[in-house]
T-cell receptor, first 115, second 111 residues
Framework: NAGVTQTPKFQVLKTGQSMTLQCAQDMNHNSMYWYRQDPGMGLRLIYYSASEGTTDKGEVPNGYNVSRLNKREFSLRLESAAPSQTSVYFC??????????????FGSGTRLTVV | DAKTTQPPSMDCAEGRAANLPCNHSTISGNEYVYWYRQIHSQGPQYIIH???NNETNEMASLIITEDRKSSTLILPHATLRDTAVYYC????????????FGAGTILRVKS
């Protein structure tokens, strides 16, 4: 049981380049989330998907797009990377809403540097 | 807007109980209290959650006041590996409801 898998683990981009961060979960969870964490800060929600086929903006969605490809996969795309997007990105999935209530399972993160 | 208030940092001696407080005075009737922790740069890890009653699992105990306006996470015998940022979050079990993370409490366990 791998849980939540994020790829890549590290990435360096030049300003203006684009890339997609991948996230997959094998726990049959309905909801998935993308957070960013800047140095010394808490997590801020970028986008989330309550269920397959739906996506919604979080606190800091500007500069990002997402795709809920299927129930397992939720990707985050940076169309034109900026230095302000240098951060650690965490994907999470959520068993809540199914009656089990154990909260979120997080991936190990993608460390992105934009130069 | 943050729904919880936590002290920014706490110290605890190794082997002693660590008691981490959290205020959530605006908690709604259907909202649970969740605790997560983040060790160094890893992804946050779920610890425990509760609604009204006190809860205990293999990691920690959660004490919720009768009026539900505050709670305490207890690590009964803290070890150096418990040094982490601890997040107290309130949220419902409703489908699609998202959890908002605040700044948390940095717990430093010292030998």
């Amino acid at each position: 049981n791998a849980g939540v898998t994020q790829t890549p683990k590290f990435q360096v981009l030049k300003t203006g380049q684009s890339m997609t961060l991948q996230c997959a979960q094998d726990m049959n969870h309905n909801s998935m989330y993308w957070y960013r964490q800047d140095p010394g800060m808490g997590l801020r929600l970028i986008y989330y998907s309550a269920s397959e086929g739906t996506t919604d903006k979080g606190e800091v969605p500007n500069g990002y797009n997402v795709s809920r490809l299927n129930k397992r996969e939720f990707s985050l795309r940076l169309e034109s990377a900026a230095p302000s997007q240098t951060s650690v990105y965490f994907c999470a999935s959520d068993v809540r809403g199914t009656g089990e209530g154990y909260g979120y399972t997080f991936g190990s993160g993608t460390r992105l540097t934009v130069v | 807007d943050a729904k919880t208030t936590q002290p920014p940092s706490m110290d605890c001696a190794e082997g002693r109980a660590a008691n981490l407080p959290c205020n959530h005075s605006t908690i709604s009737g259907n909202e649970y209290v969740y605790w997560y922790r983040q060790i160094h740069s890893q992804g946050p890890q779920y610890i425990i959650h509760g609604l009204k009653n006190n809860e205990t699992n293999e990691m920690a105990s959660l004490i919720i006041t009768e009026d539900r306006k505050s709670s305490t996470l207890i690590l009964p015998h803290a070890t150096l590996r418990d040094t982490a940022v601890y997040y107290c979050i309130v949220g419902s079990m409703e489908y699609g409801n998202k959890l908002v993370f605040g700044a948390g409490t940095i717990l430093r366990v010292k030998s």
